[in-house]
């Protein structure tokens, strides 16, 4: 039984190597929750005010999916690919305190939930990250995907999140 999770700037390819490798290993697929995101659109118009709301709930939602996750590979013996994880989240966290869009105060809050809930949990096996220029990833945004939600993800936002998890 194995975790394998994929990790990379948004664009960078981990939704579609998650299925090849679905494909090939047989595992299953937990993809990153973000079709529901109450915050999402919201941040991209306005970081300083959400940035901090958003971590919070995707972090919740990453720990849920990897929860899940662990639930299934225990459950069924089958393993598990994640296309992002709970383990990385602090990239997105620490480019937006960064940016300023997060204050000390608010870091050191989402650093609490952070410690607190990965206490526990077991570390994956495998982790790739694919390094791909930004400049692909925000091609990929505006040309490919064309979701409404990422319209206004500036190229600058990619290049840090890309330095950060370097």
């Known amino acids: 039984m194995s975790i394998i999770c994929l990790e990379g700037n948004i664009a960078a390819g981990k939704s579609t190597l998650a299925k090849t490798l679905s494909d090939t290993l047989g595992y299953k697929v ?3 929750p973000v079709v529901h995101n109450p915050y999402l659109e919201l941040f991209y118009q306005d970081p300083k005010k959400w940035a901090l ?15 899940r996750a662990l639930q299934h590979m ?28 997060i204050d000390k105060e608010g870091f050191a ?5 952070r410690n607190d809930t990965l206490a526990d949990l077991p570390m994956p096996s ?3 990250y694919l390094d791909v220029e930004p400049t692909t990833c925000h091609y990929r945004i ?10 206004g993800i500036p190229l600058a936002y990619l290049q ?5 998890y370097k």
Do not use: H, P
């Open 30 to 32: 937990f993809m990153e």
């Open 53 to 67: 709301d958003l971590q919070i709930w995707i972090f919740k939602q990453r720990a849920e999916t990897y929860c």
């Open 74 to 101: 225990q459950s069924t013996g089958q393993g598990v690919i994640l296309d992002r994880s709970v383990f990385s989240d602090i990239v997105f966290a620490w480019t937006c305190t960064e940016d300023n869009c």
């Open 109 to 113: 809050q989402y650093m609490k939930l």
């Open 126 to 128: 495998l982790v790739l």
């Open 142 to 151: 505006m040309n490919v995907r064309k979701r409404a939600c990422e319209s």
């Open 160 to 164: 840090s999140l890309d330095r950060n």
